[in-house]
């Protein structure tokens, strides 16, 4: 069963600019979860997605959003690019069902953006 | 909310000794989970081991354990026969609920050493 994927891997925009990540799932789960790693402030949990819902939100300005599709595959958008923005956008997906007291949640490899 | 603290940016061990990655969190949740999760260099993250909360029995993974002390919010984690391929940034990581969001610490550089 492949792994999750995301695209593209690296990223290169400028100030003022707005980007958009993709993430696929592994089959069958349904839950998408994003996290952006950067060396001052480590890992923080952006937002998760479920049935093309947004369940959760980190503590994250409006310019970062997303979204989920039918097929689970997920987009998260960061409109307006700073120059703190660049950093490695990981995804993660899990299967989520129900009467599951917990969902192991497996990485993709990321993408790495780079603001300019 | 969580906070998770690792208070040891970089710990080096040789190879085939054993070595212990420290891990303190702070929560108000009775019901959570704990993982502990390796980054090598190919950033690519990997849950190594994780513990339940309402488990008093600590968690094993063949060479990877963990020393659970929940009344003093404590996670530590064992390697033991560390071996090269061991090299990566561990994190510790805080689940409430069913993990749906993880917060996780600042994260330990690991090197083993030839």
């Known amino acids: 069963k492949a792994g999750v994927t995301q695209t593209p891997r690296y990223l290169i925009k400028t100030r003022g600019q707005q980007v958009t990540l993709s993430c696929s799932p592994i089959s069958g789960h349904r839950s998408v979860s994003w996290y952006q790693q950067t060396p001052g402030q480590g890992l923080q949990f952006l937002f998760e997605?479920?049935?093309?819902?947004?369940?959760n939100k980190g503590n994250f300005p409006g310019r970062f959003s997303g979204r989920q599709f039918s097929n689970s595959r997920s987009e998260m958008n960061v409109s307006t690019l700073e120059l703190g923005d660049s950093a490695l956008y990981l995804c993660?997906?899990?299967?989520?069902?129900?009467?599951?007291?917990?969902?192991?949640?497996?990485f993709g490899p990321g993408t790495r953006l780079t603001v300019l | 909310a969580q906070t998770v603290t690792q208070s040891q940016p970089e710990m080096s061990v040789q190879e085939a000794e054993t070595v212990t990655l420290s891990c303190t969190y702070d929560?108000?949740?009775?019901?959570?989970?704990l993982f502990w999760y390796k980054q090598p260099p190919s950033r690519q993250m990997i849950l190594v081991i994780r513990?339940?909360?309402?488990?008093?029995q600590n968690a094993t993974e063949n060479r990877f354990s963990v020393n659970f002390q929940k009344a003093a919010k404590s996670f530590s984690l064992k390697i033991s026969d560390s071996q090269l391929g061991d090299t990566a940034m561990y994190f510790c990581a805080f689940g409430d609920g069913s993990a749906r969001q993880l917060t996780f610490g600042s994260g330990t550089q690991l090197t083993v050493l030839p």
């Open positions: 997605y479920f049935s093309e819902t947004q369940r």
């Open positions: 513990q339940e909360a309402y488990k008093q």
């Open positions: 993660a997906s899990s299967l989520l069902t129900s009467g599951s007291p917990y969902n192991e949640q497996f």
């Open positions: 929560t108000s949740e009775n019901n959570y989970y």
